[in-house]
């Protein structure tokens, strides 16, 4: 991909990196779970319902890694068939993610200091909504509406990506305060995590995304 801009390879590094935390630790359960060595601290709801939980890192790890890809306008360009196919990838990969994410918060037994009410319907109706932009984005682009499938897609990758903007909100708050926010303070801290994502989404649908009037 020569003619892939030196911009885009560094905005595709930042994604990557921004997600390796919650990705690649989630991979690392996965090999945990398949018999391998335990590597981050045990959970004990993976060792009793592993499937969901296999589910939901796949299915993240994809939307998020192979997400990243539809971010470099030379791909759309000059790569259509590559974007199209990550696009179908991450459709499925996204909505995987979303609904097993779903079934978790309802059906796991959380502590109260993992997961109160906040978080609780906070991830109910982000995951809804997930799957409602992916479904939306998927009939926009069939109905050659560029700019609603690329802001409904956007937004989406936003919520998608709330796992690593939790992780740096956490790692941040840990250094400042040497401790694990838990009850009322950590659902605060993962629901604006979610926030922000959101509110740079919009950002950049508006100063990117709204402008344009040609497709890609």
Request: some cysteine.
């Amino acid at each position: 991909m020569k003619i892939v801009s030196r911009r885009e390879w560094t905005l595709l590094a930042f994604i990557l990196v921004y997600s390796f935390v919650p990705t690649f630790g989630g991979l690392l359960r996965i090999i945990e779970l398949v018999g391998g060595p335990a590597v981050i601290p045990e959970n004990p709801r993976a060792l009793a319902d592993s499937l969901p939980i296999v589910l939901h890192i796949l299915g993240s790890f994809l939307f998020c890694i192979v997400g990243a890809l539809q971010f470099m306008p030379s791909v759309r360009q000059h790569y259509p068939a590559t974007h199209r196919a990550a696009g179908r990838m991450i459709v499925v990969a996204g909505c995987v993610s979303a609904l097993t994410g779903l079934w978790m918060t309802h059906f796991f037994a959380f502590p109260n200091e993992l997961q109160g009410l906040l978080l609780y319907w906070a991830r109910i109706t982000l995951s809804l909504w997930m799957v409602g932009l992916i479904v939306w984005a998927v009939i926009a682009i069939k109905s050659q509406n560029v700019v609603a499938h690329s802001a409904a897609m956007l937004r989406a990758y936003a919520i998608g990506q709330g796992a690593s903007t939790q992780t740096v909100l956490g790692i941040g708050w840990m250094l400042a305060f040497g401790s694990e926010p838990l009850g009322s303070l950590r659902d605060g801290m993962m629901v604006s995590a979610w926030g922000l994502n959101l509110l740079i989404a919009e950002l950049l649908i508006r100063k990117m995304v709204a402008p344009r009037t040609l497709p890609a």
